[in-house]
């Protein structure tokens, strides 16, 4: 691809696509030299894109590197949240996104994870993103969506399944952490199928705040919990 062809929005779309795309065929993400080499273009291209698209929250760069720590709804890093397919596998950031990455590869996958983060196994049979049975498991949002990104680290890692609110309300006092909203299993994954099913598309944008709403009401999600300010999510 020429490189006076890749600029402003495209420019941030095509590099997010090349990032998804990787690691959904290949099971790792790609780096700044693959990326330089397989677009043409340089690397300091290629870091002027990444940067542009974390400043957007399209990406989480790590702290020391200009590299894809986190692409939502994979994590290049090891995480609580194993999604296994049939011939790769893959870390999400917390168990909605474990299901976004069931939805984006199909088929038949298995999500791994731990109930509260704690020392009980759970395993998700899934299929083209829908879980098979647990219609009992409840997901716990302990920070509103609206704050996520004050430390998106923090937020994700509290998103995690449970078996009942007795249990929710338990493992926050035990903690100390705050106590959110809690969502069944199942229509946490219908929301991660309408908020991560396009972000293998080449055209990806990331959610305006009018569509993040739109979003979380058409998956059932209308408390005041999910209210959301201005700009993108």
């Not at 020391?64 to 011939?87: D, K, L, N």
């Not at 983060?117 to 997901?139: F, Q, R």
């Amino acid at each position: 691809m020429n490189a006076t062809k890749l600029v402003g929005k495209k420019a941030l779309s095509v590099i997010h696509y090349e990032l998804i795309a990787g690691l959904i065929h290949t099971g790792s993400c790609p780096d700044r030299s693959e990326l330089s080499t397989r677009l043409n273009l340089s690397v300091a291209e290629v870091e002027g894109v990444l940067s542009a698209l974390a400043e957007l929250r399209g990406v989480v760069l790590h702290p020391h590197a200009c590299e894809p720590w986190i692409v939502h709804p994979f994590s290049t890093t090891p995480t609580s949240h194993w999604v296994e397919g049939t011939s790769l596998s893959w870390w999400a950031p917390c168990i909605w996104c474990a299901f976004g990455i069931s939805t984006l590869v199909g088929g038949q996958t298995r999500i791994h994870t731990r109930m509260g983060g704690e020392a009980e196994p759970l395993v998700i049979h899934v299929v083209n993103g829908h879980p098979v049975g647990l219609e009992d498991v409840l997901v716990h949002f302990a920070i509103p969506p609206v704050r996520a990104w004050d430390n998106v680290h923090q937020h994700c890692s509290m998103v995690l399944p449970f078996h009942s609110h007795e249990g929710i309300v338990s493992w926050c006092e035990r903690h100390k952490l705050p106590r959110g909203e809690q969502v069944p299993l199942t229509q946490v994954a219908k929301l991660a199928q309408a908020w991560y099913g396009g972000h293998g598309d080449v055209n990806w944008h990331k959610w305006t705040s009018d569509e993040a709403r739109q979003i979380f009401q058409r998956s059932g999600l209308v408390s005041a919990f999910w209210s959301l300010g201005t700009g993108v999510f």
